[in-house]
């Protein structure tokens, strides 16, 4: 059984502070990774993907990757209101079952203005 | 660009009762195609997929099931619905072979009263 673990937060964190979220899988032969945003009611949005070890940088956001250790992580820097939601990881496949994602159960985040 | 539609967006139906979802897919050709149901509290959990016209693979027995009668059309169906079939039933499209990302639609909310 694969899995994506997230803590279930809630995280709070005042505005203008960096956010942190963190995420474990199991599949060591998994090769690609997402983060996805979800407002409440809403479908999740791609915010972030990331495929080498390092940090991938685009705008506010930072996901870091850590295969050796299997550890995914993303930062949300001068954190916004409109940031307030929850964060899914998500997770691909191995061996063949690549194009199925995984996915966490989610970290809210809660951003205090 | 690539733009994917669900509808119905809410539905409120009565146990027994039969239920048929509809996702749709612009823009693209021959995408992968998912259902995921997010229950209340729960994380995203897949349904079917399918990687072409007709193929349907089903990652979960439960009285659903689903078809792809067009390449960039995906149904969600069901004879008799159950209480525990209420939740957050989102489609989703990727590219096979495209870094494994998804894009999730507007997503259809189903109660079962």
């Known amino acids: 059984q694969k899995e994506v673990e997230q803590n279930s937060g809630p995280l709070s964190v005042p505005e203008g502070a960096i956010a942190s979220l963190n995420c474990t899988y199991s599949d060591r032969g998994s090769q690609s990774f997402f983060w996805y945003r979800q407002y409440s009611g809403k479908s999740p949005e791609l915010i972030m993907s990331?495929?080498?070890?390092g940090d991938k940088e685009d705008g506010r956001f930072t996901a870091q990757l850590n295969k050796a250790s299997q550890y995914v992580s993303l930062l949300i820097r001068d954190s916004q209101p409109s940031d307030s939601a929850t964060y899914l990881c998500?997770?691909?496949?191995?061996?063949?079952?690549?194009?199925?994602?995984?996915f966490g159960k989610g970290t809210l985040l809660t951003v205090n203005p | 660009s690539q733009t994917i539609h669900q509808w119905p967006a809410t539905l409120v139906q009565p146990v027994g009762s039969p239920l048929s979802l509809e996702c749709t897919v612009e823009?693209?050709?021959?995408?992968?195609l998912y259902w995921y149901r997010q229950a209340a509290g729960r994380g995203l959990q897949l349904l079917f997929y399918?990687?072409?016209?007709?193929?349907i693979s089903s990652e979960v027995p439960q009285n659903l099931s689903a078809s792809r009668p067009q390449d960039r059309q995906f149904i969600l169906s069901s004879k008799k619905l159950l209480l525990s079939d209420s939740g957050f039933y989102l489609c989703?499209?990727?590219?096979?072979?495209?870094?494994?990302?998804?894009?999730f639609g507007p997503g259809t909310r189903l109660t079962v009263l």
């Open positions: 998500a997770v691909s496949g191995s061996g063949g079952s690549n194009y199925k994602l995984t």
């Open positions: 989703a499209w990727g590219l096979a072979g495209v870094e494994d990302t998804q894009y």
């Open positions: 990331i495929y080498s070890n």
């Open positions: 399918s990687v072409g016209i007709g193929q």
């Open positions: 823009g693209t050709s021959n995408p992968n």
